[in-house]
């Protein structure tokens, strides 16, 4: 499944926020920096896609839109890791990363995490591969 470069942010923003506390269309809004009928609108997209769940204002990632997640996680994290063997700083390495890790097949990315070595980290110290 294809996802768009904002589908991807609110993955990663719900996923982010419900880390602390339930995610809530107005903080989703928020952290994505966008009105909250835009938030709206996007939550049902995802919904529609069936990544999310969303009840009276709470949203949730279904267990498809967790593996989503990992993937995007993934595939971010090996780019930046690709990148930063490359000689480029992690910091420009994640925002180049950023723009391309949604588009990345799984399939693709955990075959270039193994070309690399299986790297264990990305070069901000977060795990490659995510856990649930």
Request: with cysteine; aromatic share 6%.
């Amino acid at each position: 499944m294809q996802l768009t470069r904002k589908e991807k942010d609110c993955i990663i923003a719900i996923k982010e926020l419900s880390s602390q506390f339930p995610a809530r269309l107005v903080n989703l809004a928020e952290k994505l920096g966008i009105k909250p009928p835009t938030a709206l609108a996007l939550v049902r997209r995802l919904k529609e896609k069936g990544l999310v769940a969303e009840n009276r204002g709470n949203v949730a990632l279904t267990e498809k839109g967790a593996e989503a997640y990992r993937n995007i996680m993934l595939a971010h994290r090996t780019l930046e890791y690709l990148l930063c063997k490359a000689g480029i700083s992690k910091e420009c390495a994640c925002k180049e990363a950023s723009k391309i890790d949604y588009l990345v097949e799984p399939s693709y990315a955990r075959r270039l995490w193994a070309y690399l070595g299986k790297p264990a980290n990305c070069p901000h110290g977060k795990p490659i591969i995510v856990r649930a």
